[in-house]
């Protein structure tokens, strides 16, 4: 038991969980986010271009609701939501794009980190000269 205690406290400690945990719980206000602009911004103003349309209202009944003689709503209608499906496809590709493009960033930024340095450039004829006679005198030393 205590072995399993110890592997386990390894685990959790270890910098990789810590590092997933927190981009899992950055990643989820980063989906609310991206949702809300969908939702709140993105989506109205696509509806507006397509003559009014509120994409979450949009659906297909299959069944329609049984309604009793007074009125009320006995069993509710069964149906397909393809606007709320529509929305949340619009939701994904925000949130693949901006992924792509910090992707995109930070492998340009270890690209120019990784790029070797420039060689040193070749000694000037003088300097060569010098070092040949350095390299004499120091035989005949």
Avoid: C, H
């Avoid at 685990?11 to 609310?32: E, S």
């Avoid at 529509?86 to 693949?96: E, S």
């Avoid at 492998?107 to 040949?132: F, G, I, M, Y």
């Amino acid at each position: 038991m205590a072995s399993f205690k110890q592997e386990f406290k390894e685990f959790v400690l270890r910098g990789n969980v810590m590092d997933m945990a927190v981009g899992i719980i950055i990643g989820g206000a980063f989906g609310k986010i991206v949702s809300s602009l969908v939702d709140d911004i993105l989506m109205p103003i696509v509806g507006l271009f397509t003559g009014g349309i509120n994409f979450t209202e949009l659906k297909w009944v299959i069944k329609p609701a049984e309604i009793n003689a007074a009125g009320e709503e006995i069993v509710a209608a069964t149906t397909l939501n393809y606007g709320l499906f529509i929305q949340n496809i619009v939701d994904f590709l925000i949130i693949a794009l901006v992924i792509f493009m910090m992707i995109r960033a930070i492998n340009s930024l270890r690209k120019k980190q990784e790029e070797p340095a420039a060689p040193a450039p070749e000694p000037s004829d003088e300097v060569k000269l010098l070092t040949e006679i350095r390299n004499l005198l120091d035989k005949k030393q």
